[in-house]
Protein backbone atom coordinates (compact mmCIF):
# COMPACT_ATOMS: atom_id res chain seq x y z
CA UNK A 1 0.00 0.00 0.00
CA UNK A 2 1.57 3.22 -0.72
CA UNK A 3 2.00 5.68 1.43
CA UNK A 4 0.45 9.21 1.42
CA UNK A 5 0.21 12.33 3.25
CA UNK A 6 -2.28 13.89 5.41
CA UNK A 7 -3.09 15.53 2.06
CA UNK A 8 -3.16 13.35 -0.50
CA UNK A 9 -5.89 11.29 2.29
CA UNK A 10 -8.26 13.88 2.88
CA UNK A 11 -8.22 15.44 -1.05
CA UNK A 12 -8.31 11.61 -2.48
CA UNK A 13 -11.02 11.05 -0.10
CA UNK A 14 -13.17 14.25 -1.41
CA UNK A 15 -12.98 13.96 -5.51
CA UNK A 16 -16.45 12.95 -7.12
CA UNK A 17 -14.81 13.04 -10.24
CA UNK A 18 -11.32 13.40 -12.17
CA UNK A 19 -11.07 15.31 -15.87
CA UNK A 20 -8.39 13.19 -17.34
CA UNK A 21 -5.44 15.97 -17.77
CA UNK A 22 -7.29 18.45 -15.94
CA UNK A 23 -8.80 19.65 -12.54
CA UNK A 24 -10.77 17.30 -9.69
CA UNK A 25 -14.42 18.09 -9.03
CA UNK A 26 -13.70 17.89 -5.50
CA UNK A 27 -16.55 17.65 -2.59
CA UNK A 28 -16.98 21.22 -0.19
CA UNK A 29 -17.55 20.14 3.22
CA UNK A 30 -17.74 23.39 4.94
CA UNK A 31 -18.44 26.80 3.19
CA UNK A 32 -17.89 30.19 4.41
CA UNK A 33 -19.16 33.49 3.10
CA UNK A 34 -18.88 37.23 3.89
CA UNK A 35 -20.14 40.41 2.44
CA UNK A 36 -17.42 41.15 -0.39
CA UNK A 37 -17.19 37.97 -3.00
CA UNK A 38 -20.94 36.83 -2.43
CA UNK A 39 -23.29 39.46 -3.84
CA UNK A 40 -22.11 38.53 -7.06
CA UNK A 41 -22.17 34.89 -6.80
CA UNK A 42 -25.81 34.90 -5.44
CA UNK A 43 -26.56 36.85 -8.55
CA UNK A 44 -25.10 34.53 -10.93
CA UNK A 45 -27.54 32.10 -9.10
CA UNK A 46 -30.91 34.07 -9.30
CA UNK A 47 -29.91 34.25 -13.14
CA UNK A 48 -29.57 31.36 -13.93
CA UNK A 49 -32.91 29.94 -11.48
CA UNK A 50 -30.42 28.43 -8.97
CA UNK A 51 -31.19 27.95 -5.16
CA UNK A 52 -28.18 27.07 -3.11
CA UNK A 53 -27.75 23.24 -2.97
CA UNK A 54 -27.06 22.96 0.22
CA UNK A 55 -27.55 25.66 2.64
CA UNK A 56 -26.69 23.83 5.78
CA UNK A 57 -23.42 23.20 4.43
CA UNK A 58 -23.22 27.42 4.41
CA UNK A 59 -22.60 29.78 7.00
CA UNK A 60 -22.22 33.53 6.60
CA UNK A 61 -20.93 36.84 8.62
CA UNK A 62 -20.28 40.04 7.83
CA UNK A 63 -16.50 40.80 8.59
CA UNK A 64 -14.21 42.71 5.77
CA UNK A 65 -15.87 46.26 5.65
CA UNK A 66 -18.36 46.41 8.88
CA UNK A 67 -17.19 49.23 11.45
CA UNK A 68 -15.59 48.70 14.71
CA UNK A 69 -17.41 51.64 16.83
CA UNK A 70 -21.47 51.80 16.84
CA UNK A 71 -22.18 49.10 14.96
CA UNK A 72 -26.19 49.39 16.49
CA UNK A 73 -26.47 52.17 14.18
CA UNK A 74 -26.74 52.40 10.23
CA UNK A 75 -23.32 52.23 8.52
CA UNK A 76 -22.90 54.86 6.98
CA UNK A 77 -20.42 53.63 4.14
CA UNK A 78 -22.93 53.10 1.15
CA UNK A 79 -21.80 50.52 -0.43
CA UNK A 80 -20.33 48.82 2.89
CA UNK A 81 -24.17 48.95 3.72
CA UNK A 82 -25.18 47.48 0.70
CA UNK A 83 -22.79 44.57 0.68
CA UNK A 84 -24.39 43.74 4.63
CA UNK A 85 -27.83 43.87 3.38
CA UNK A 86 -27.86 41.39 0.37
CA UNK A 87 -25.86 39.04 2.82
CA UNK A 88 -28.10 39.66 4.76
CA UNK A 89 -31.27 39.35 2.24
CA UNK A 90 -29.32 36.38 0.48
CA UNK A 91 -29.26 34.29 3.33
CA UNK A 92 -32.65 35.00 4.03
CA UNK A 93 -33.91 33.94 0.64
CA UNK A 94 -31.56 30.42 0.73
CA UNK A 95 -32.36 29.37 4.25
CA UNK A 96 -28.40 29.89 4.95
CA UNK A 97 -27.63 30.49 8.72
CA UNK A 98 -26.19 34.43 8.95
CA UNK A 99 -24.57 36.01 12.51
CA UNK A 100 -25.20 39.23 11.88
CA UNK A 101 -23.72 42.09 13.61
CA UNK A 102 -24.20 42.44 17.45
CA UNK A 103 -25.27 38.69 17.20
CA UNK A 104 -23.68 36.10 19.60
CA UNK A 105 -22.01 34.53 16.82
CA UNK A 106 -20.50 37.36 14.98
CA UNK A 107 -17.06 37.66 13.75
CA UNK A 108 -14.19 37.16 11.33
CA UNK A 109 -15.24 34.46 9.04
CA UNK A 110 -11.92 32.38 9.98
CA UNK A 111 -12.54 32.89 13.86
CA UNK A 112 -16.16 32.02 14.30
CA UNK A 113 -15.40 29.06 12.12
CA UNK A 114 -13.37 27.39 14.88
CA UNK A 115 -14.75 29.03 17.87
CA UNK A 116 -18.30 27.19 17.12
CA UNK A 117 -16.70 23.45 16.02
CA UNK A 118 -17.88 24.33 12.59
CA UNK A 119 -14.15 23.50 11.54
CA UNK A 120 -13.23 19.86 12.09
CA UNK A 121 -10.12 17.67 10.78
CA UNK A 122 -10.39 16.24 7.36
CA UNK A 123 -12.71 18.28 6.23
CA UNK A 124 -12.50 20.38 2.88
CA UNK A 125 -13.48 23.91 3.30
CA UNK A 126 -13.58 27.23 0.82
CA UNK A 127 -14.31 30.52 1.37
CA UNK A 128 -14.18 33.91 -0.84
CA UNK A 129 -10.90 35.11 1.14
CA UNK A 130 -7.40 34.08 0.68
CA UNK A 131 -6.83 33.47 4.01
CA UNK A 132 -9.08 30.62 4.37
CA UNK A 133 -5.62 28.30 4.83
CA UNK A 134 -6.27 29.28 8.66
CA UNK A 135 -8.63 26.44 9.03
CA UNK A 136 -5.66 24.14 7.89
CA UNK A 137 -4.93 24.43 11.85
CA UNK A 138 -6.76 21.47 11.78
CA UNK A 139 -5.96 19.22 10.07
CA UNK A 140 -8.24 20.10 7.03
CA UNK A 141 -8.16 21.38 3.55
CA UNK A 142 -8.61 24.58 3.65
CA UNK A 143 -8.27 27.27 0.60
CA UNK A 144 -9.53 30.66 -0.31
CA UNK A 145 -11.84 30.75 -3.97
CA UNK A 146 -12.73 33.67 -6.29
CA UNK A 147 -16.34 34.78 -7.08
CA UNK A 148 -17.61 33.00 -9.60
CA UNK A 149 -15.90 29.67 -7.81
CA UNK A 150 -17.90 30.84 -4.66
CA UNK A 151 -21.55 30.60 -7.36
CA UNK A 152 -20.00 27.12 -8.11
CA UNK A 153 -20.00 26.03 -4.40
CA UNK A 154 -23.71 27.32 -3.75
CA UNK A 155 -25.12 26.26 -6.92
CA UNK A 156 -23.53 22.47 -6.46
CA UNK A 157 -21.31 21.56 -3.05
CA UNK A 158 -18.61 20.94 -5.27
CA UNK A 159 -15.53 23.08 -6.94
CA UNK A 160 -13.29 21.97 -10.02
CA UNK A 161 -9.89 22.19 -8.89
CA UNK A 162 -6.17 21.09 -10.12
CA UNK A 163 -4.81 19.15 -7.65
CA UNK A 164 -1.85 21.25 -5.61
CA UNK A 165 1.75 19.47 -5.33
CA UNK A 166 2.79 19.32 -1.63
CA UNK A 167 5.54 20.80 0.79
CA UNK A 168 6.62 19.84 4.26
CA UNK A 169 7.99 22.41 6.55
CA UNK A 170 9.82 20.70 9.59
CA UNK A 171 10.46 23.24 12.82
CA UNK A 172 12.54 21.09 15.30
CA UNK A 173 13.57 22.21 18.56
CA UNK A 174 11.64 25.08 21.11
CA UNK A 175 10.73 28.32 20.64
CA UNK A 176 12.73 31.02 22.47
CA UNK A 177 11.35 33.22 25.16
CA UNK A 178 8.93 36.18 23.07
CA UNK A 179 8.61 34.27 20.05
CA UNK A 180 5.57 33.11 18.58
CA UNK A 181 3.52 31.46 15.89
CA UNK A 182 3.74 34.61 14.29
CA UNK A 183 7.18 34.69 14.39
CA UNK A 184 7.13 31.37 12.89
CA UNK A 185 5.54 32.14 10.07
CA UNK A 186 7.58 35.41 9.39
CA UNK A 187 10.49 33.62 9.72
CA UNK A 188 9.80 30.83 6.90
CA UNK A 189 8.37 33.70 4.24
CA UNK A 190 11.58 35.37 4.96
CA UNK A 191 13.72 32.25 4.35
CA UNK A 192 11.35 30.96 1.36
CA UNK A 193 10.01 34.04 0.13
CA UNK A 194 6.56 35.30 -0.96
CA UNK A 195 6.19 32.48 -3.81
CA UNK A 196 8.15 30.16 -2.46
CA UNK A 197 5.18 28.29 -1.51
CA UNK A 198 3.72 28.38 -5.05
CA UNK A 199 1.64 25.79 -6.38
CA UNK A 200 2.20 23.86 -3.23
CA UNK A 201 0.00 22.92 -0.07
CA UNK A 202 2.23 23.09 3.23
CA UNK A 203 1.91 20.50 5.78
CA UNK A 204 3.87 21.95 8.90
CA UNK A 205 5.75 19.11 11.34
CA UNK A 206 7.97 19.66 13.67
CA UNK A 207 8.35 19.94 17.93
CA UNK A 208 8.24 23.41 17.70
CA UNK A 209 4.77 23.39 15.90
CA UNK A 210 2.87 20.80 17.98
CA UNK A 211 3.93 22.85 20.78
CA UNK A 212 1.72 25.35 19.43
CA UNK A 213 -1.34 26.23 20.88
CA UNK A 214 -4.75 25.79 18.54
CA UNK A 215 -4.73 29.70 18.07
CA UNK A 216 -0.95 29.84 16.99
CA UNK A 217 -1.18 26.87 14.54
CA UNK A 218 -4.50 29.41 13.37
CA UNK A 219 -2.43 32.23 12.75
CA UNK A 220 0.74 29.93 11.35
CA UNK A 221 -1.94 28.36 8.43
CA UNK A 222 -2.89 31.71 7.73
CA UNK A 223 -0.18 33.36 6.83
CA UNK A 224 0.77 29.96 4.51
CA UNK A 225 -0.79 32.08 1.25
CA UNK A 226 1.69 34.79 1.93
CA UNK A 227 4.38 32.36 0.72
CA UNK A 228 2.68 31.64 -2.42
CA UNK A 229 1.07 28.16 -1.26
CA UNK A 230 -2.05 27.22 -1.86
CA UNK A 231 -2.88 26.56 2.19
CA UNK A 232 -1.51 25.12 4.97
CA UNK A 233 -1.86 22.55 7.22
CA UNK A 234 -0.93 20.78 10.71
CA UNK A 235 -2.11 16.81 11.51
CA UNK A 236 -4.70 16.76 14.30
CA UNK A 237 -3.65 15.73 17.56
CA UNK A 238 -4.50 16.02 21.31
CA UNK A 239 -4.15 19.46 20.94
CA UNK A 240 -6.54 19.85 18.48
CA UNK A 241 -9.08 17.45 19.88
CA UNK A 242 -9.61 19.04 23.47
CA UNK A 243 -9.95 22.65 21.40
CA UNK A 244 -13.00 20.98 19.33
CA UNK A 245 -14.91 19.34 22.09
CA UNK A 246 -17.86 20.72 23.34
CA UNK A 247 -18.20 23.36 20.73
CA UNK A 248 -21.36 24.09 19.38
CA UNK A 249 -21.47 22.20 16.12
CA UNK A 250 -18.43 19.49 17.19
CA UNK A 251 -19.60 16.05 16.94
CA UNK A 252 -21.83 14.61 20.10
CA UNK A 253 -22.33 11.31 22.03
CA UNK A 254 -21.36 8.12 19.45
CA UNK A 255 -20.65 10.19 16.81
CA UNK A 256 -17.93 12.17 19.05
CA UNK A 257 -16.29 8.51 19.55
CA UNK A 258 -16.66 7.86 15.32
CA UNK A 259 -14.68 11.18 14.75
CA UNK A 260 -12.04 10.65 17.47
CA UNK A 261 -11.27 7.21 15.57
CA UNK A 262 -11.47 8.66 12.20
CA UNK A 263 -9.27 11.71 12.86
CA UNK A 264 -6.41 9.41 14.73
CA UNK A 265 -6.50 8.38 11.01
CA UNK A 266 -5.12 12.32 9.49
CA UNK A 267 -1.14 11.71 9.81
CA UNK A 268 1.29 11.38 7.19
CA UNK A 269 1.94 7.83 6.91
CA UNK A 270 5.96 6.78 7.27
CA UNK A 271 7.57 7.18 3.60
CA UNK A 272 5.16 9.63 2.60
CA UNK A 273 6.44 11.74 -0.37
CA UNK A 274 6.66 15.44 -0.79
CA UNK A 275 7.78 17.27 -3.77
CA UNK A 276 9.75 19.92 -1.44
CA UNK A 277 10.69 20.23 1.84
CA UNK A 278 12.41 22.45 3.78
CA UNK A 279 13.69 22.35 7.89
CA UNK A 280 14.16 25.05 10.32
CA UNK A 281 15.41 25.44 13.67
CA UNK A 282 13.37 27.22 15.99
CA UNK A 283 16.10 28.18 18.59
CA UNK A 284 17.42 30.57 15.09
CA UNK A 285 13.65 32.34 15.29
CA UNK A 286 13.58 35.42 17.38
CA UNK A 287 10.74 37.75 17.36
CA UNK A 288 10.86 39.45 13.62
CA UNK A 289 9.66 42.54 12.06
CA UNK A 290 9.27 43.72 8.73
CA UNK A 291 11.02 46.23 7.01
CA UNK A 292 9.27 46.43 3.37
CA UNK A 293 6.10 45.88 1.19
CA UNK A 294 5.84 42.17 1.27
CA UNK A 295 5.46 40.02 4.58
CA UNK A 296 9.00 38.01 3.05
CA UNK A 297 10.62 41.55 3.94
CA UNK A 298 11.37 40.49 7.22
CA UNK A 299 14.36 40.79 9.39
CA UNK A 300 14.42 39.65 13.21
CA UNK A 301 14.08 42.12 15.46
CA UNK A 302 17.85 42.84 16.74
CA UNK A 303 18.63 42.93 12.88
CA UNK A 304 19.60 44.91 9.98
CA UNK A 305 17.55 45.90 6.76
CA UNK A 306 19.69 43.81 3.94
CA UNK A 307 21.73 45.50 1.70
CA UNK A 308 21.17 45.70 -2.29
CA UNK A 309 25.05 44.04 -2.60
CA UNK A 310 24.75 40.59 -4.90
CA UNK A 311 21.02 41.62 -6.05
CA UNK A 312 19.70 41.45 -9.71
CA UNK A 313 19.33 44.80 -11.20
CA UNK A 314 15.40 43.55 -11.10
CA UNK A 315 15.78 42.76 -7.58
CA UNK A 316 17.66 45.80 -6.77
CA UNK A 317 15.19 48.05 -8.29
CA UNK A 318 12.49 46.13 -6.51
CA UNK A 319 14.05 46.76 -3.16
CA UNK A 320 15.28 49.89 -3.60
CA UNK A 321 11.51 51.05 -4.63
CA UNK A 322 10.13 49.42 -1.30
CA UNK A 323 12.31 50.95 0.91
CA UNK A 324 11.56 54.78 -0.52
CA UNK A 325 8.07 53.73 -0.07
CA UNK A 326 8.69 52.71 3.63
CA UNK A 327 11.21 55.87 4.29
CA UNK A 328 13.78 53.46 5.08
CA UNK A 329 17.69 52.82 4.10
CA UNK A 330 19.89 49.73 3.45
CA UNK A 331 21.48 48.53 6.49
CA UNK A 332 19.32 50.15 9.12
CA UNK A 333 18.38 48.35 12.13
CA UNK A 334 14.94 48.94 13.18
CA UNK A 335 14.94 49.05 16.62
CA UNK A 336 14.07 52.92 17.70
CA UNK A 337 12.49 53.44 14.70
CA UNK A 338 9.07 55.78 15.28
CA UNK A 339 6.14 53.98 15.28
CA UNK A 340 2.51 55.76 14.95
CA UNK A 341 -0.25 53.42 15.33
CA UNK A 342 -0.40 49.53 16.52
CA UNK A 343 -3.23 47.62 15.55
CA UNK A 344 -4.15 44.45 17.12
CA UNK A 345 -6.73 42.06 15.60
CA UNK A 346 -7.73 40.39 12.10
CA UNK A 347 -7.86 37.15 11.31
CA UNK A 348 -4.23 36.43 11.80
CA UNK A 349 -4.43 37.75 15.74
CA UNK A 350 -7.34 38.78 16.77
CA UNK A 351 -8.20 35.38 19.20
CA UNK A 352 -8.77 35.04 22.46
CA UNK A 353 -4.63 33.94 22.93
CA UNK A 354 -3.64 37.30 21.06
CA UNK A 355 -5.55 39.99 23.52
CA UNK A 356 -4.62 38.04 26.65
CA UNK A 357 -0.53 38.03 25.48
CA UNK A 358 -0.95 41.67 25.10
CA UNK A 359 -2.83 42.51 27.97
CA UNK A 360 -0.39 40.81 30.34
CA UNK A 361 2.26 42.42 28.40
CA UNK A 362 1.43 45.94 29.12
CA UNK A 363 -0.66 45.33 32.64
CA UNK A 364 1.03 47.75 34.88
CA UNK A 365 2.57 49.87 32.19
CA UNK A 366 1.01 53.08 30.02
CA UNK A 367 0.61 53.10 26.06
CA UNK A 368 2.58 56.26 24.62
CA UNK A 369 0.75 58.99 24.21
CA UNK A 370 2.28 59.27 20.44
CA UNK A 371 0.61 56.21 19.48
CA UNK A 372 -3.06 55.40 18.50
CA UNK A 373 -3.98 51.74 19.35
CA UNK A 374 -6.42 49.97 17.79
CA UNK A 375 -7.17 46.24 19.33
CA UNK A 376 -10.18 44.80 17.40
CA UNK A 377 -11.04 41.28 18.60
CA UNK A 378 -12.28 39.11 16.03
CA UNK A 379 -15.17 38.22 17.16
CA UNK A 380 -18.24 38.56 20.12
CA UNK A 381 -16.89 35.36 21.72
CA UNK A 382 -13.84 36.89 21.95
CA UNK A 383 -14.57 40.08 23.16
CA UNK A 384 -16.75 38.19 26.00
CA UNK A 385 -13.71 36.75 27.00
CA UNK A 386 -11.99 39.53 27.03
CA UNK A 387 -14.43 41.05 29.41
CA UNK A 388 -15.58 38.18 31.50
CA UNK A 389 -11.43 37.72 32.03
CA UNK A 390 -10.97 40.94 33.33
CA UNK A 391 -8.69 42.21 30.91
CA UNK A 392 -10.57 44.98 29.46
CA UNK A 393 -9.60 46.78 32.97
CA UNK A 394 -5.78 45.94 32.66
CA UNK A 395 -6.06 47.46 28.96
CA UNK A 396 -7.94 50.68 29.77
CA UNK A 397 -5.48 51.25 33.09
CA UNK A 398 -2.64 50.69 30.64
CA UNK A 399 -4.42 53.51 28.10
CA UNK A 400 -5.89 51.08 25.59
CA UNK A 401 -9.82 50.74 23.92
CA UNK A 402 -11.65 47.85 22.97
CA UNK A 403 -13.50 48.52 19.74
CA UNK A 404 -15.95 45.39 18.24
CA UNK A 405 -15.30 42.94 16.21
CA UNK A 406 -14.51 42.89 12.74
CA UNK A 407 -11.55 42.79 9.96
CA UNK A 408 -10.87 46.44 10.78
CA UNK A 409 -7.37 47.86 10.06
CA UNK A 410 -6.24 44.70 7.87
CA UNK A 411 -7.46 46.10 4.68
CA UNK A 412 -8.81 49.26 3.82
CA UNK A 413 -12.12 48.33 3.25
CA UNK A 414 -13.50 49.93 6.38
CA UNK A 415 -13.30 53.16 8.73
CA UNK A 416 -10.43 51.64 10.52
CA UNK A 417 -7.64 53.27 8.04
CA UNK A 418 -3.57 54.21 8.94
CA UNK A 419 -3.71 57.88 7.44
CA UNK A 420 -0.58 58.63 4.68
CA UNK A 421 2.53 58.21 5.45
CA UNK A 422 2.31 57.29 9.19
CA UNK A 423 3.39 53.80 10.97
CA UNK A 424 1.59 50.36 12.06
CA UNK A 425 3.17 48.08 13.69
CA UNK A 426 0.27 45.39 12.72
CA UNK A 427 -0.54 41.97 13.75
CA UNK A 428 -2.59 41.47 10.63
CA UNK A 429 -1.19 39.49 7.33
CA UNK A 430 -0.26 42.06 4.80
CA UNK A 431 2.22 45.29 3.96
CA UNK A 432 1.61 45.82 0.21
CA UNK A 433 1.51 49.15 -0.86
CA UNK A 434 -1.65 51.11 0.49
CA UNK A 435 -2.42 47.76 2.40
CA UNK A 436 -4.43 49.13 5.33
CA UNK A 437 -4.80 52.85 3.86
CA UNK A 438 -4.03 55.06 0.82
CA UNK A 439 0.19 55.76 1.94
CA UNK A 440 -0.08 53.84 4.87
CA UNK A 441 3.39 51.71 6.16
CA UNK A 442 2.89 48.79 8.05
CA UNK A 443 5.08 46.30 9.67
CA UNK A 444 3.99 43.05 10.58
CA UNK A 445 4.96 41.73 13.80
CA UNK A 446 3.78 39.56 16.80
CA UNK A 447 1.38 40.82 19.44
CA UNK A 448 4.29 40.35 21.84
CA UNK A 449 6.22 43.21 19.06
CA UNK A 450 3.29 45.35 19.00
CA UNK A 451 2.38 45.75 22.85
CA UNK A 452 6.17 46.81 23.35
CA UNK A 453 6.11 49.14 20.10
CA UNK A 454 2.59 50.91 21.62
CA UNK A 455 4.31 51.67 25.31
CA UNK A 456 7.45 52.72 23.74
CA UNK A 457 6.01 54.67 20.42
CA UNK A 458 9.24 52.96 18.78
CA UNK A 459 10.07 49.60 17.61
CA UNK A 460 11.08 47.57 20.83
CA UNK A 461 12.40 44.15 21.52
CA UNK A 462 9.65 42.53 23.30
CA UNK A 463 12.02 40.25 25.54
CA UNK A 464 13.15 43.59 27.16
CA UNK A 465 10.04 43.80 28.79
CA UNK A 466 9.80 39.80 29.28
Not at 351 to 361: H, L, N, Q
Not at 438 to 459: D, Y
Amino acid sequence: MTAKTLFDKIWDSHIVKSVKGGPDVLYIDRHLIHEVTSPVAFLGLKQRGLKVFRPDQTTATPDHNVPTENQHLTILDELSRHQVEMLRKNCNEHGIKYHDLQTEGHGIVHIIGPEMGLTQPGMTIVCGDSHTSTHGAFGAIAFGIGTSEVEMVLASQCIMQPKPKKMRITVTGQLRKGVTAKDIALYIISQISTSGGTGHFIEYEGSAITGLSMEGRMTLCNLSIESGARGGMIAPDETTVNYIKGREYAPKGSDWEKALVSWSELKSDEGAQFDMEYTFNADDIEPMITYGTNPGMGIGITGSIPTTENMTDNDKNNFTKSLNYMGYSEGETMLGKKVDYVFLGSCTNGRIEDFRAFAYFVKGKKKSPEVTAWLVPGSRQVEKQIREEGLTEILEAAGFQLRQPGCSACLAMNDDKIPEGKYAVSTTNRNFEGRQGPGARTLLASPLTAAAAALTGVITDPRKFL
